[in-house]
């Protein structure tokens, strides 16, 4: 275990050692700042109508769901480019032996290298959440469904990176590598668009849907099922990466 | 003693190509191996799947008495490798990255300090620790490799090709190292360079075409080299009856003009005889020269029947 952190930490570190994890932390939170401030002049703007209707959606409604739902689509297209370079660069620039000729398991390896990209990309979250929590100063936050927001991009970004991972793995190169996992986790996310056309849903893509799920526990309704989803989908793309690393020293 | 390296019937295939069929060998504690072979021999292949980074496609391999494949932490805990191309994070400090590999070889916190320490010592990379990897010159980079090869004090040792791009005085340290490392380590080290083996090594194999076509120490290796060699350039030409008939002379052959090589057993030594009665005979004495028959002869003796 205590290996697999060794690998993690490397792994966190390396990211900050090149210009990639500064360049996407400041082009992100500029993004999201610029969107942030959008949703708060909204609602500043029909502020007045709300007082009046019945049930109507409060400020965490409309400055934080649309907020957190903007960031799972970027990160969607950001999450590929972190996790591009973890095994595939390794394998191009032949440092992976030495991860392969170290005692250390295979599992070891993919959990490390999966928990230090995931320490950047929740870095990535909560610098997301503190914008919403400035909102504190002058008003009030549901504080529920703020938490159920701030766990669905968790759980969103840790399935990102089980999937940018594993086509790291696979890949023999890392535009190779994003490409191909932007297009998986498109795919997953725009597989439920067929539901729209009614009588054509699918129940299965339904349920293999990401942005079904993500949108269920941003809603608020934290559903085990929703949680079991993601602990599914992480499960398998990570073990998908571990057989094939066991792979690698088969083929050739 | 037990062996630190067994390996029985090893082969690997590459679709069809067969890059190493069969091979079996040993390693004792104390033994360094030199691994010789030209290109596309099956050296890499070998070092590859020694260090478990490549899966044979039959046979077996045990390090220390643990199976690779079955119990390969235990067997990977004794072993130190430094691959073809040295596995450096370029963008790691010498002393950052030495630091990763100890903890990745599971060294404990206290330990770690004193191991680097006394590796970057052995290594000679005291005036380069803090530098970017990146940024150090081939021969250090490669120095850095063989620290990480023996950082963790590994029983055994496989180093593919490790004085490629060192000047000759690190080549020199290099070599020192490797035999003081044999002491108490048992070393494999692959290479083309066939001085290097008769310098550093106590034993040689060599592999061609996948298959280990001399397997011996180097002391052995010299006595089965019975033959020696004088070259003789004289300026009328000679008698060959009247040479051969000096002890111990087995052979003459004509390379050019007056230009005799003359072999002979080394049981003895003929050339005082020789030169004496090349003088008394009046043919004209100029140059004598000894040829020593070298690893390149028994190489590509050896080799070339194969092939």
Known sequence: ?252 | MANLIEVENLSRYYGKYCAVNNISFTLAKGAVVGFLGPNGAGKTTTMQMLSGNLAPSSGLIKINGFDLLNAPLKAKRSLGYLPDIPSLYKDLTVQEFLHYCAQLQGITKQAIYPIIDKTVERCSLQTVSKRLIANLSKGFQQRVGIAQAILHNPEVIILDEPTVGLDPIQIKEIRALIKELGKDHGIILSTHILPEVQETCSHVQIINNGKIILNESIFELNRTMTQDCLQVITRSPVDNTILLSIPYVTRIEEIAHNRHNIHYSMKGNPTHQIAETIIAKGWGLEEMTPIKKSMEDIFLALTQVES
């Open chain 1, 1 to 252: 275990m205590s290996v697999t952190l060794v690998i993690a930490t490397r792994e966190f570190k390396s990211l900050f050692l090149s210009p990639l994890a500064w360049s996407i932390l400041a082009v992100l939170q500029g993004i999201l700042g610029y969107l942030f401030l959008n949703q708060v002049e909204t609602f500043t703007l029909i502020q007045a109508k709300l007082v009046g209707m019945e049930g109507a959606p409060g400020l965490t409604d409309i400055v934080v769901t649309p907020l957190f739902s903007n960031a799972g689509i970027i990160l969607l297209l950001v999450t590929p480019l972190l996790t591009m370079r973890l095994i595939c660069e390794e394998r191009r620039n032949k440092t992976l032996s030495l991860l392969l000729s170290a005692p250390i398991s295979n599992s070891d390896i993919i959990i490390g290298k999966y928990l230090g990209t995931l320490g950047l990309l929740l870095v990535i979250v909560a610098l997301i959440t503190l914008m919403p929590l400035f909102l504190l100063m002058g008003g009030e936050l549901d504080n529920g469904k703020f938490f159920a927001n701030f766990l669905a991009l968790n759980l969103l970004v840790a399935g990102f990176s089980a999937v940018g991972l594993f086509m790291s793995t696979v890949a023999g190169h890392p535009t190779v590598a994003a490409i191909g996992s932007i297009g998986i986790l498109l795919l997953l996310w725009i597989l439920d668009w067929t539901n729209s056309i009614k009588d054509q849903r699918s129940e299965l893509f339904e349920y293999l849907s990401i942005l079904r799920h993500f949108q269920a526990i941003q809603s608020g309704q934290i559903n085990s099922m929703d949680l079991c989803y993601f602990v599914l989908f992480i499960a398998t793309f990570l073990l998908l990466s571990i057989r094939y690393l066991a792979n690698e020293r088969f083929q050739k």
